[in-house]
Structure formats: structure tokens, C-alpha cells
């Protein structure tokens, strides 16, 4: 009997596909029914409801602290008076630190991954990683609430599954008359209409408030240590009733628990389970109202033993007695679809702390002062005035108004002026704002504007001083991101891109990509070896000073005779190839500095398809003009209502007789040397004065980092 290795590598093409279909089969077999199981998972649940209790109070706290960064005042306020004011000292603070983070994970140059292999980079790959990342909205719709959500909560969460929408649309086409179903010759086409149906097919990336996450045994390391402890991850879900009507009809929950949860659907009370949800449709001022007719329902990743092996698997709990669905791990990869990091590590404990938490007494004291100092403000504002009412028995009369008469004796009324005390005040206010700026990191070159004092003004060296920390500094915070979150959630990309994607819809999707993506198709087992995948945006701004840095020791190296370097050999292809990416971008880049080897030339029935359902496609340099032009006019034959074998066409014309001129300028100069060599006797020229390059200039190109700036050595001292 064959082992599974033979059973996985050795089969036929037939075998593997019936193997694929039995597994996603497996996968998708609803074990509701069985008892044992059944039993196990409501075990499970008394752990999951205690583990949601005991971090009741550090989600409570986090309530608190979306207050904060809401600037919502709340009960822990010390001063109650007239003004009602909440400076916005965390909230600035948390905004700058998002606002610089965002810019460093996803710089200018548009380039995001990076791709490593043993055969070089996989540039169809990586471009389809990318549409993925503007299909995501990563940039503004997952990265901004990421971040927000790390530092007031300590988690960075992110659960990621695969979306499929389908729209129908309506396309005005080309045909021509038939009779009995054949296509009439030369006769006239006319205009008709077609409909169509559209599959958009994408990751879907969704942000999970720390609230509603539940590892379990709470020190773990990571997910997967969790798992392999026989714990366990959860997640808290809210449907509605349409919502689980859906999962229904979809197969996702069993229908006989689905509908008995439904019946039972009630509100639960208000403080029980925290929602931050709910805390941020209230910021917007959006009253929520979803508890109403929302069922509270735990999504749950563990280990249960099925047919005599431990698989993972994903439990719906709607309540202790409704276990709505037990399903083995609905993904290929086998892998929890959750990437969870903390902001801050800390020791023994799978999540970490909230950045809100040192600081939060600092803004409450802020807040206690600005409204002292506006309500001492209120009677600073007006002045006090003195009168004697025995020399003044007129005082009714003495009305501040416009133009207004007094009749008194000016000695025996006084004006006094009340206290400034708000200035006390914002000077208070100023020193906890420095204090929170110092601890959540925020220096004065992440804020878009600052308040200079009068009669002081940075210099050059404090900028390039400030500019260098920021840079580090904020590299440093975004390394846990681009490890712990981003380059898994780009692994998760392929994993779903394999499993779920159609090459068919790719190309269509795609265009010219998705032929380059069908060309390099990678078999799942090869994911994790062939292909490392990590992202490299953080990496773009450390980068800025190492790219001048590389530059200089090229020009140093290109110097060299081959002689003092043997046996090496000088290759500078990756280090152009890197440099013409970072400089142009990842879309622009491949374009600048073309790779030979990847204008393989297609099929030409291949092309037809193409063509024909309107591709504008190159023409490669290694096509064989000829045979493309014949396959190409065949295909004219059938109509060419786009217009793209026509065009295509032109283009081999047009490359055909480039390479016939290329020809012709090369046996010309290949008969001007002979003919130079013959007038010579056969000797060579004889090398003479060669004229050097410019002299370099003291500026250098815009946006270069100043060597002042550089951290390569010390600054250059002024001279005297």
C-alpha cells in the first residue's frame, strides 16, 4: 500500500483533482450531528464563557479609553462646573502616531512586498499581491482603525477570509445575421445587447476589537501555541437575524440550530459584554440600536478528535445549549485565519497594554484644568466694580450699556480686575501635553503643525536631529506590524488566491497580468519553500540612506580590475535590478529595467482568445512574426469586432521590421571594420588619450539626504 507521499506526488492528474474534491468535501461535512463531538464543544463553551469574564474588566477599561480618545467626558472627570471642555491632547497624540505609521507601512514608491525565491523574483506574483492590497482598501480602510485600535486597546487584530460578489451587467456587441446558426459572409453586422454575468472573487480583511477576542490559555505565545496546548481562539460575532437566515440558505450553520436560535433571540444586558461597536457609531453620533435584534454568537478555532486524528476545526456557539456548527478548518493551509500581535509585549501574556493606560490621569487632569481656567476666565472677562451705596444711592441706574451715564462721583466707584487664573491654567494644560506627547513617542516632526515660541526658531541640525529620530523611531514601532500582521496576512494572500481564485476570471480581471500570472501557477505545497513573502514598505524609508550608501561603494566597485577580486565574479544585475525597483516603483520599475527572460513568447491560438475577447497584448521579441501573423489572420476571419488582431497585428509588422533594420545596421558594421582592419595591415587601433567625466558638483540631486544627516559618520565641522 502506497504511503501519502506516493499518494500526493505520485498520482495522476485525474487522482489529484478527485483527491482535491474529496478533501474540500471532508472539509466542508457538518458534524453538528455527531454526539461525541457535540458533547466536546459544549464542554468547551463553560471555558469560553469564563475566559470572556475574567478579561471583563480590561474590556471595560477599554471603553474608558475609547472615552478618551473620543473625547467623550466621562464620570472620571474631578471638576464639575459651567464649562464642559475636553482638550484633545490623546487624541492629537494617537492621530500623528496613525498618520506617520500609515505613511512609513505604505510609502511613496508604491512598492509594498517583497518576493524572495530560489529563481528570482516572481514579478506576476507580486503584482497580483498588490491589486489584492488595493482591492483590500488596506491603505484606508484596515491599516487607519488598525492602528487606532492598537494603541488604545494594546491588540492589533486582523481576521482575514475570502469574498465573492457577482454582478450582472448589460454590454452593447457586435454580430452578424445567421441562418440555421452559421454566420452569414460579408453581410452587415448589427448592434445588439448582452448580458453578462460579473465574479468578483478577493481577500476580505476585517479589524477585531481586542474586546471580542479570546485566546485561551490566556499565556500563550501565539495562536498556534494556543491551539497546540488544546486551547482555544475565539471571537465574538453579532448577527442579525437576516444574517443567520443566510448562513442558512449558504450551508454554513445547521438549519434545525440556526432557526431555534432565532426563536430565542433576546437582548442581553447592557453592561455584560462590552461593544466597541457600539462606543463608535456613538462617536459619530449614530445612536445604535443593533442589540435589539442581535444574537451574540462565539466563533471558535480548536482541536477536536475526529476519526481518530486531532484537526482543527471552527465551532458556532449560539448560546450554552446552541451549538450551531462544527466544521473541520474550512481553508487548505489549515491555519486559524486570525493574526493577532500586541503593541508591547509583555512577559507571560498573549496581549498586551493599552498606550492610553499611562497617560489617561494626565488628560483628565488637562480637562480639570482647561474648565477651571475657562470658568475663572468667565469673571476675568468682566470687571468688578466698587461703589460706596451711601454716596451712591443711585446704583439702579448704573447699567452697562452702550453710551451709557452714571450719575455718581467717579471717587466713589472703582473698577477691580479678577485673578487671570487661565493662564495657570493652560500652563498646566501645556505640561500634560508635553508629558503625553514624551510617552506615546509623538515628536514635534510627526505633528502636521507646530507653535513656535516667539524669538525661537529651530536650526538646521535640530530639523535633520529631529527628521533622523522620527525615522528611526517610527521604524522601530512599525517592525511588530510588518512581522507579526502584514507579512502573514501577504502568506494568507496566497493561501486564499490558490484556493479560491479562477484563472479564467483572473485574465479577464487582469488583463496582460493574469497572463503572466497563469504562466507562473505555484502548487500549495511549495508556498512556505519555494516563495518567502514579507513586507517591505517599513523597509522603504530605512532604505533611503543605504540607497546613496550602495550607490557610492558601486562606483568603488566598478573601478576594480577583475585580477583583485578572482576567483569571484562581478554581477551587478540584482543590485540594478533593486535599485531601479526602489527608485521607480514596482509597476514602473520592471518596465525601465526589462528582465529578457520573462518575454517568453506565447501561443498564438492563445493569443487569439485574447485578442478576441479584447486584450490589447505586446508582442514579445522572441515571437516568431511569421507564424503569429498566419495564426493571427485566421482569426481575422471570424470578425474582429474590437480591433485588437488588427492592431496586434501591426505591432508584429512594426517588430519585424525593426529586427530586419537591426539586421542590416549590424552586417554594415560588421563590413565597415573589416574594411578599417584590411586599410590597417590587421593590427588594432591603438588605444590613445581617453577624455574624463565631469567633475562632480557640490549640489546634489533634489530630495538627496544631506551627508550632515546621514548616520555613516560625524557631521562635518563649520569651518572658520
Not at 473620543?70 to 472627570?77: A, F, M, R, Y
Not at 476675568?380 to 441706574?397: E, R, V
Request: charged letters at 25%; one cysteine or more.
Amino acid at each position: 500500500m502506497a504511503d501519502d507521499d506516493d499518494i500526493r506526488y505520485g498520482a495522476t492528474d485525474d487522482e489529484d483533482d478527485e483527491l482535491e474534491a474529496d478533501q474540500t468535501e471532508d472539509r466542508s461535512e457538518e458534524l453538528v450531528r455527531d454526539h461525541d463531538i457535540k458533547s466536546e464543544c459544549i464542554k468547551a463553551y463553560s471555558d469560553i464563557e469564563k475566559g470572556y469574564s475574567d478579561q471583563w474588566e480590561r474590556s471595560n477599561d477599554q471603553m474608558d479609553y475609547w472615552d478618551v480618545y473620543n473625547c467623550t467626558i466621562g464620570p472620571k472627570q474631578f471638576y464639575s462646573g459651567n464649562s464642559k471642555i475636553f482638550v484633545p491632547i490623546v487624541k492629537d497624540a494617537i492621530d500623528a502616531r496613525k498618520t506617520r505609521f500609515v505613511n512609513q507601512i505604505f510609502p511613496t514608491s508604491g512598492k509594498h512586498i517583497e518576493i524572495t525565491g530560489s529563481e528570482g523574483k516572481p514579478q506576476a506574483l507580486m503584482s497580483l499581491l498588490e491589486f489584492y492590497i488595493r482591492k483590500c482598501k488596506l491603505r484606508t480602510k484596515i491599516m487607519p482603525p488598525l492602528l487606532k485600535n492598537g494603541d488604545v486597546e494594546g491588540q492589533y487584530t486582523l481576521l482575514v477570509g475570502w469574498t465573492r460578489n457577482e454582478r450582472h451587467v448589460a454590454m452593447r456587441v457586435k454580430r452578424k445575421p445567421t441562418i440555421d446558426g452559421m454566420e452569414i459572409p460579408h453581410a452587415e453586422g448589427f448592434d445588439d445587447i448582452k448580458e453578462e454575468t460579473i465574479i468578483h472573487e478577493y481577500p476580505k480583511v476585517e479589524v477585531i476589537p481586542d474586546a471580542d477576542l479570546l485566546v485561551l490559555p490566556s499565556s500563550a505565545e501565539s495562536i498556534e501555541e494556543a491551539i497546540e496546548e488544546g486551547g482555544s481562539v475565539t471571537i465574538q460575532r453579532r448577527w442579525s437575524k437576516a444574517k443567520i437566515r443566510s448562513l442558512i440558505r449558504e450551508g454554513e450553520i445547521d438549519q434545525e440550530e440556526g432557526e431555534a436560535l432565532i426563536k430565542a433571540m433576546s437582548e442581553r444586558e447592557k453592561d455584560q459584554i462590552p461593544d466597541k461597536k457600539s462606543k463608535s457609531v456613538d462617536a459619530a453620533g449614530i445612536k445604535y440600536s443593533g442589540k435589539k435584534s442581535t444574537a451574540h454568537v462565539y466563533e471558535t478555532w480548536m482541536k477536536l478528535k475526529i476519526d481518530g486524528d486531532r484537526r482543527i476545526v471552527r465551532i458556532y456557539y449560539g448560546g450554552p445549549d446552541h451549538v450551531l456548527s462544527v466544521k473541520r478548518n474550512p481553508y487548505w493551509c489549515d491555519k486559524v485565519p486570525i493574526l493577532s500581535a500586541p503593541v508591547d509585549k509583555v512577559e507571560g501574556s498573549f496581549k498586551g497594554v493599552s498606550k492610553i493606560k499611562p497617560v489617561e490621569t494626565f488628560q483628565y487632569a488637562a480637562n480639570d484644568a482647561v474648565n477651571e481656567g475657562m470658568d475663572a476666565a468667565a469673571y476675568a472677562l468682566l470687571p468688578i466694580i466698587m461703589t460706596d451705596p451711601l454716596k451712591n444711592p443711585k446704583i439702579g441706574s448704573m447699567v452697562l450699556n452702550v453710551a451709557a451715564v452714571w450719575e455718581t462721583n467717579p471717587k466713589d466707584t472703582q473698577f477691580a480686575q479678577f485673578p487671570p487664573l487661565w493662564k495657570d491654567a493652560f500652563q498646566i494644560v501645556a505640561s500634560a501635553k508635553d508629558q503625553v506627547f514624551q510617552t506615546l513617542g509623538v515628536n514635534p516632526a510627526m505633528m502636521p503643525q507646530q507653535v513656535m515660541a516667539p524669538g525661537k526658531k529651530p536650526n538646521q541640525a535640530q530639523i535633520a536631529n529631529e527628521q533622523m529620530v522620527d525615522i528611526l523611531t517610527t521604524a522601530d514601532s512599525v517592525t511588530v506590524l510588518e512581522g507579526e500582521i502584514l507579512s502573514p496576512l501577504m502568506q494568507w494572500f496566497l493561501w486564499l488566491d490558490h484556493q479560491f481564485r479562477d484563472e479564467t476570471m483572473t485574465v479577464r480581471a487582469f488583463g496582460r497580468l493574469g497572463v503572466q500570472a497563469e504562466m507562473e501557477r505555484i502548487e500549495p505545497v511549495q508556498m512556505d519553500r519555494r516563495f518567502e513573502v514579507r513586507w517591505y514598505g517599513v523597509e522603504a524609508a530605512r532604505n533611503q540612506q543605504q540607497m546613496q550608501a550602495q550607490m557610492a561603494g558601486l562606483n568603488v566597485i566598478m573601478r576594480l580590475p577583475p585580477q583583485s577580486y578572482a576567483p569571484y565574479k562581478l554581477n551587478l544585475a540584482p543590485v540594478l535590478e533593486q535599485f531601479v525597483e526602489n527608485l521607480f516603483g514596482p509597476r514602473l520599475g520592471p518596465r525601465v529595467f526589462e528582465d529578457q527572460s520573462k518575454q517568453l513568447t506565447l501561443e498564438p491560438m492563445f493569443e487569439n482568445q485574447l485578442l478576441a475577447a479584447g486584450f490589447d497584448l505586446p508582442v514579445a521579441p522572441m515571437d516568431n512574426d511569421q507564424q503569429h501573423m498566419q495564426a493571427h489572420a485566421q482569426a481575422m476571419q471570424a470578425g474582429d469586432w474590437h480591433g485588437t488582431i488588427r492592431a496586434h497585428m501591426q505591432k508584429h509588422q512594426q517588430q519585424m521590421q525593426l529586427k530586419q533594420q537591426a539586421m542590416i545596421a549590424g552586417q554594415v558594421q560588421a563590413l565597415m571594420g573589416a574594411a578599417q582592419q584590411a586599410q590597417r595591415g590587421g593590427g588594432g587601433p591603438r588605444p590613445g588619450a581617453q577624455t574624463g567625466g565631469p567633475r562632480p558638483m557640490g549640489q546634489g540631486p533634489a530630495g538627496m539626504i544631506h551627508r550632515d544627516r546621514m548616520a555613516i559618520g560625524p557631521p562635518r565641522s563649520k569651518a572658520r
